[in-house]
């Protein structure tokens, strides 16, 4: 038996044994020889993100591989001792590459030197994964204060945040859209999509072009996904839909690690989150894995953006586990308000032409922005003019007019006398609570812990 031989039953062992280690490595079917070796692994694989098996049947994974006597081959991998710790797995596999990639090499060295054309160009990507392999197996001290940069060489850094959508959807972020079931959640994707990949206008928002965007979709049917392509003549972008062979893997599964081909600036759409993946969305350890694996992606420099359901007792917060919202960069709600206060709707009442709230929502690590929604004829979504903007204005000049802050029940009264704003308490309470979320103006606690109002320098 060649070391190469013994290192890859024993990885294919440790594997059968305990295929929860699949998890933690990358391993892939050209790692291992053609042959018995490399159906072996697709097998495991496939149980694994099948079933999530403790440990492998044996007998169901010889009669997987087949070939002649099948079971003695199995039985062959986990006699002995086999190692199962996560560190001597890791070693084992980097051995197993290191092997296959020094292989690869001396077969690509040798056809070059039968053919009398030597080109170290052909195995220069070869070179790299093997001294990069190197790397990882070699241990580096390093002290704890040599890590990272200094915040000064970070100031040095030719980076800035570039936007998607302009003030929405951040470029290199997770994005979290979530919006109660029949919303219009899909709409708002392939309107996304519309947008990015022309460079045009998203609701009237500018954006930037993006030639390669996936929409894995995990609900919609295809032919229903067809029709709405029809009525936004949707040409560029690509779908994966879960009506195809394969579907789109879920984010729990080992497949979704083809989701790392995702190049920079590159875009990946799921919709929606919770079908995305097969396990409990309120369990902390799922939540968390799902989105560390989303992080992955965005580390390849692109965006992701996670369609997301919503509570059936509150329009405005995310489904689930608190994971989903707390590891997202930018979090965006789609929600109904009244259009006079701007509050959610917080029961089921059939507004035939609903007005829509899309921006931030329950968190983000940019600036708040948000605009206004309708529904078109189609049952798309159109942008809607914000009617508190013209309010909010005239707010402002009332307080404006004023050389002191004002407190709450002082602008209530002057808004009266001027005729501005709705005339119950409460509605224009809503709207000073709403100018300052929009940062129109701020506020502190004077005597009695009233509550004065400052307008914003820029609003003065």
Request: hydrophobic share 35%; charged share 30%; with cysteine.
């Amino acid at each position: 038996m060649t070391r190469t031989t013994e290192i890859e039953r024993g990885v294919l062992g440790a594997l059968t044994l305990q295929p929860a280690l699949l998890e933690d490595s990358d391993l892939q079917d050209a790692d291992f020889s053609p042959g018995r070796f490399r159906e072996t692994f697709s097998a495991i694989s496939d149980l694994w993100e099948t079933d999530r098996p403790t440990t492998i049947d044996t007998v169901v994974l010889a009669e997987r591989i087949g070939g002649s006597d099948p079971v003695t081959f199995i039985t062959a991998l986990v006699d002995g001792q086999i190692r199962i710790d996560p560190d001597a797995f890791r070693r084992r596999v980097t051995e197993l590459r290191k092997g296959a990639l020094t292989a690869r090499i001396l077969a690509k060295i040798e056809r070059q030197a039968k053919a009398g054309d030597l080109d170290l160009e052909e195995v220069r990507s070869d070179l790299e994964q093997y001294e990069g392999l190197n790397e990882t197996g070699r241990r580096v001290e390093r002290h704890l204060w040599e890590q990272g940069r200094t915040f000064g060489e970070l100031r040095q850094l030719d980076l800035r945040v570039e936007w998607l959508v302009d003030r929405l959807i951040p470029l290199r972020a997770i994005t979290q859209i979530h919006a109660k079931t029949g919303t219009g959640k899909t709409w708002i994707g392939l309107e996304l999509v519309k947008a990015l990949v022309s460079g045009s206008p998203f609701f009237g928002i500018p954006t930037r072009r993006t030639e390669k965007i996936l929409y894995a979709d995990y609900e919609m049917p295809l032919d229903l996904m067809k029709e709405r392509a029809d009525a936004l003549d949707l040409h560029d972008g690509r779908l994966w839909n879960i009506a195809d062979t394969p579907p789109p893997p879920r984010l729990d599964s080992s497949g979704w690690k083809i989701f790392l081909q995702a190049e920079p600036g590159s875009v990946n759409i799921f919709d929606s989150l919770r079908s995305a993946f097969s396990l409990k969305g309120n369990d902390d350890d799922v939540a968390c894995e799902v989105m560390t694996r989303t992080r992955q992606v965005r580390d390849r420099g692109g965006a992701v953006v996670m369609f997301h359901h919503t509570g059936w007792a509150d329009e405005r917060r995310s489904k689930g586990n608190t994971a989903w919202v707390d590891l997202a960069d930018c979090v965006l709600s789609l929600h109904r308000v009244r259009p006079k206060t701007f509050e959610a709707v917080e029961d089921d009442d059939d507004d035939p032409d609903p007005l829509y709230y899309f921006g931030t929502g329950e968190k983000s690590r940019y600036a708040r922005f948000h605009i206004y929604l309708r529904r078109s004829p189609s049952g798309s979504l159109v942008r809607a003019e914000d009617p508190a903007e013209a309010v909010l204005d005239q707010i402002a000049e009332v307080m404006g007019g004023s050389s002191f802050s004002m407190n709450q029940g002082q602008i209530i009264e002057e808004c009266g006398k001027a005729g501005v704003g709705p005339k119950k308490r409460g509605d224009l309470v809503q709207l000073l609570n709403r100018g300052e979320r929009d940062v129109r103006w701020t506020t502190h606690k004077g005597l009695k812990n009233a509550k004065f109002y400052d307008l914003e320098k820029e609003k003065k």
